[in-house]
């Protein structure tokens, strides 16, 4: 059974720090690029991040650059969310996802294979 569960949300205070991780199972998880993404009250899901597994390459959206930092570890099939000097307007339930191609980084939800269940995170000011 294919699995993805995400794990560390929770409630900070502005300018916090979470980490979040994404433990996979039931897929060779070297062979997928793994992206977060997240959707708050009343919006549309955004991508925050994503990285290939084959050379861990990244990318991220303004909102999120210089302040969040993803990555992987194949020894332990889990990808982590490093988020740092946190927001309100991160405020979201955060997911992760995985899209086969170890080279190959999407930001567009269709096109991943794999989701978790997601996690909350609630950022107060």
């Known amino acids: 059974e294919v699995q993805l569960v995400e794990s560390g949300g929770g409630l900070v205070q502005a300018g916090g720090s979470l980490r979040l991780s994404c433990a996979a199972s039931?897929?060779?998880?070297?062979?997928?690029?793994i992206g977060w993404f997240r959707q708050a009250p009343g919006k549309e899901r955004e991508g925050v991040s994503c990285?290939?597994?084959?050379?861990?390459?990244?990318s991220y959206p303004d909102s999120v650059k210089g302040r969040f930092t993803t990555s992987t570890d194949n020894a332990k099939n889990t990808a982590y969310l490093q988020m740092n000097s946190l927001r309100p307007e991160d405020t979201a339930v955060y997911y992760c996802?995985?899209?086969?191609?170890?080279?190959?980084?999407?930001?567009?939800?269709?096109?991943?294979?794999?989701w978790g269940q997601g996690t909350q995170v609630t950022v107060s000011s």
């Open positions: 039931g897929f060779s998880f070297d062979r997928y690029s």
């Open positions: 990285i290939t597994n084959s050379d861990g390459s990244t």
């Open positions: 996802a995985a899209v086969l191609g170890p080279d190959y980084c999407s930001g567009t939800e269709s096109e991943y294979d794999y």
